[in-house]
């Protein structure tokens, strides 16, 4: 779906402008058949918003000790393994994967 501002565009060269609808294609880089079903709609539509997604390791509280790993293994004190906090976390009650957990261990970990 495209936002509203290119569909105001879109009717705007077509309406006021009189472009044909090969023009505004390419003059706004949308494909023919798009402007097309942009120009027989009655009304703008609103695009939806994305939902932002909470990783399973936020939902079920575990964060906060992910957040302690992670400081710890900065500061060179931790010599455990994204496997041993994973055992960890699973005795825990953690039910996600191994492999969203190292994913969200690399999304909150400081670059070197």
């Not at 509203?4 to 077509?14: D, N, S």
């Not at 003059?27 to 023919?32: A, D, H, I, K």
């Not at 055992?87 to 825990?92: G, R």
Request: net charge positive; glycine share 4%; aromatic share 8%.
């Amino acid at each position: 779906m495209l936002d509203a501002e290119m569909q105001v565009l879109i009717r705007a060269l077509a309406h006021n402008l009189n472009y044909s609808q090969t023009q505004i294609a390419q003059f706004t880089g949308v494909s023919l058949p798009t402007v097309r079903k942009y120009l027989k709609k009655d009304k703008i539509e609103a695009s939806a918003k994305k939902r932002k997604r909470t990783c399973i390791v936020e939902k079920q509280g575990f964060h906060h000790r992910v957040h302690e790993w992670i400081a710890s293994k900065e500061q060179g004190a931790e010599k455990s393994t994204v496997l041993d906090l994973y055992e960890e976390l699973k005795d825990s009650g953690y039910t996600g994967s191994y492999e969203t957990l190292a994913r969200y261990i690399r999304s909150q970990s400081v670059p070197e």
